[in-house]
């Protein structure tokens, strides 16, 4: 059962692979216990400035400031997106930008900052297994192109609820599904102060979105707070142990369409009880599927009607045979339903 984003996806999911510089930090953080009480009591108390380093800046995505900053305004510029201060969310990839950073441009484009002084990111959890949500013990976020500063009020309302563990530096560093949205974050917001909430959701099971999706549907009615989604769509291929093929949709890759637009199509309904059935139907590689669904949970328990549309598919090759593979990039944006 593909019940949460773990070692499957270690290797390479067609994002561009961990260097060996990453190897010790991806070994570390595999089945690590939680933060002790003491580092729990330390963060608390002293909360000194924690940086999270850009940790796959140079592997995932060029480290080179000016040629990132160029990279993303092209595929934004290319999306040619009309900004919206009714997007209050976004469902974006999260693998290496040669992959799929155009693909995101197709959620990050629709956003206007003018309004917007909190991000909120929920992210998969690849390395690090948890039956909760994690909040991130650092203090700012650091991109090649400019730093992101963590909500510390808001952590300290999440961590209140009983509801969340806290994941150590180690654990936040190793985790790519946040880390790609935030240089997307970083030039979108350029000129505009903003912070982030970072939430690692961890292997929750469908009593738990639901609770986790309650506890978060106040923030998305404010207009100030905005949601970044995270995840990646099916992984195919003999690596990743799921090779469903329907004949009738002819080449492969017309059937892993076909089945990624089935579950698009059904997030966009905001039916969180279908998507559920349809994982459970077709165990389809969606590796975000434990953040959609807080955020499918959210959209019910909001007062704010908000109805998510899927702007861009891609996949990163077109599997002909069974020795193929792909990953499949979808981006969609969640805006206001007057």
């Known amino acids: 059962m593909f ?11 067609k994002c ?3 260097t060996e510089d990453d190897s010790w930090k991806i070994a570390a953080t595999i089945n ?9 009591w330390a963060f608390t108390r002293f909360p000194m400035e924690r940086i999270r380093r850009a940790s796959h800046a140079g592997s995932w995505y060029t480290d080179n400031p000016k040629e990132l900053a160029e990279e993303l305004d092209g595929w934004l510029m290319a999306a040619g997106l009309p900004k919206s201060s009714d997007v209050r969310g976004v469902i974006a990839p999260h693998a290496g930008y040669s992959y799929s950073g155009r693909a995101a441009a197709y959620a990050f484009g629709n956003i ?9 990111l929920l992210g998969p959890s690849h390395h690090y297994y948890t039956p909760k949500c994690a909040l991130s013990t650092a203090t700012v976020y650091k991109t090649p192109i400019g730093d992101l500063p963590i909500d510390l009020e808001v952590i300290e309302e999440l ?3 009983g509801k969340f563990e806290l994941m150590n530096l180690r654990v936040d560093e190793a985790e790519h599904s946040m880390e790609m949205h935030l240089p997307y974050l970083a030039k979108v917001f350029e000129g505009h102060p903003v912070k982030v909430v970072p939430i690692l959701v961890g292997a929750v099971t469908a009593e738990n979105e639901a609770m986790y999706g309650k506890l978060l549907a106040k923030y998305i009615d404010d207009p100030q707070n905005f949601f970044s989604v995270s995840s990646d769509f099916c992984h195919w291929g003999s690596r990743f142990n799921y090779m469903h093929y329907d004949k009738k949709y002819g080449a492969i890759h017309k059937s892993i369409e076909a089945l990624d637009k089935m579950g698009m199509d059904i997030i966009e309904t905001g039916d969180a009880d279908a998507f559920k059935e349809y994982l459970s139907e077709y165990d389809n590689t969606i590796c975000g599927r434990h953040p959609i669904s807080v955020f499918l949970h959210m959209l019910r328990n909001n007062s704010t009607r908000i109805k998510i549309k899927f702007l861009r598919y891609e996949q990163s090759s077109q599997c002909k045979t069974t020795r193929d593979s792909s990953v499949s990039y979808a981006s969609a944006a969640a805006k206001v339903n007057a």
């Open 32 to 40: 690590r216990s939680p933060p002790t009480d003491a580092e729990t």
């Open 16 to 18: 561009s692979p961990p």
């Open 3 to 13: 019940a949460s984003c773990r070692s499957r996806f270690l290797e390479e999911t």
């Open 112 to 120: 206007d900052p003018t309004n917007i002084s909190r991000v909120f």
């Open 159 to 161: 961590k209140a609820t």
